[in-house]
């Protein structure tokens, strides 16, 4: 199993462009989730899925977009970019509703 | 509300020591906890949880001990090695929740 992947590894960005970070997972999981990682903070999640056509919003959602139409993949869109979405973004999964998640290496995203 | 703090947010060991990296909750609500290992670059790992009807769980060179009284979570590393040093994140869940909320973890530093 490969676990979790995303890509890209690396993005740039300028203001106002709009992108898709992608996050596929073989585990079979239904839970999916993205967060984002600023330096000197924790990670905030932005979304969730609890399944394949569910999603739900976290706890910094703005200027993001989800869709979950397999059960393998979770896709964030960043609409129109800002430098304040200048971060480090994760997605995760479990098979057991928000426990024991397993991470992504990460997508780090620079906005112009 | 939900928050999980760490009490230092930096921690210097030497080589073969015992680690405790100490974490606070404020959710009395909260009956799952987790313990993340980040190396640089990335992805957070898995390294050890608990639910709150246990006190405390051992894994390999790794103990959490939970103390539900004072709202208060530990990650002991037995015998520290180069390979620890990492940023060690918490994360608690209140049952029913949908979301693990991360503290802001604390950057553990191993001295030969």
């Known amino acids: 199993n490969a676990g979790v992947t995303q890509t890209p590894k690396f993005q740039v960005l300028k203001t106002g462009q709009s992108m898709t970070l992608q996050c596929a997972q073989d585990m079979n999981h239904e839970y999916m989730s993205w967060y984002r990682q600023d330096p000197g903070m924790g990670l905030r999640l932005i979304h969730y899925s609890v399944g394949a056509g569910i999603t739900d919003q976290g706890e910094v959602p703005n200027g993001y977009n989800v869709s979950r139409s397999t059960t393998e993949d979770f896709p964030l869109r960043l609409l129109s970019a800002a430098p304040s979405q200048t971060s480090v973004y994760f997605c995760?999964?479990?098979?057991?509703?928000?426990?024991?998640?397993?991470f992504g290496s990460g997508t780090q995203l620079s906005v112009l | 509300g939900e928050s999980v703090g760490l009490h230092l947010p930096t921690l210097s060991v030497q080589e073969g020591d015992n680690s405790i990296i100490n974490c606070a909750y404020s959710?009395?609500?909260?009956?799952?906890f987790i313990w993340y290992k980040q190396e640089s670059g990335k992805g957070p790992q898995f390294i050890i949880d608990i639910r709150s009807n246990m006190d405390k769980r051992q894994g390999q060179r790794v103990t959490v001990l939970l103390n539900k009284t004072v709202k208060h979570l530990s990650l002991q590393i037995a015998a520290t090695q180069p390979g620890d040093s990492a940023v060690y994140f918490c994360?608690?869940?209140?049952?029913?929740?949908?979301?693990?909320?991360f503290g802001q973890g604390t950057r553990l530093t191993i001295n030969p």
């Open positions: 994360a608690e869940n209140v049952q029913g929740a949908q979301k693990l909320v």
């Open positions: 959710n009395s609500a909260s009956d799952y």
């Open positions: 995760a999964s479990t098979g057991t509703t928000n426990e024991k998640l397993f």
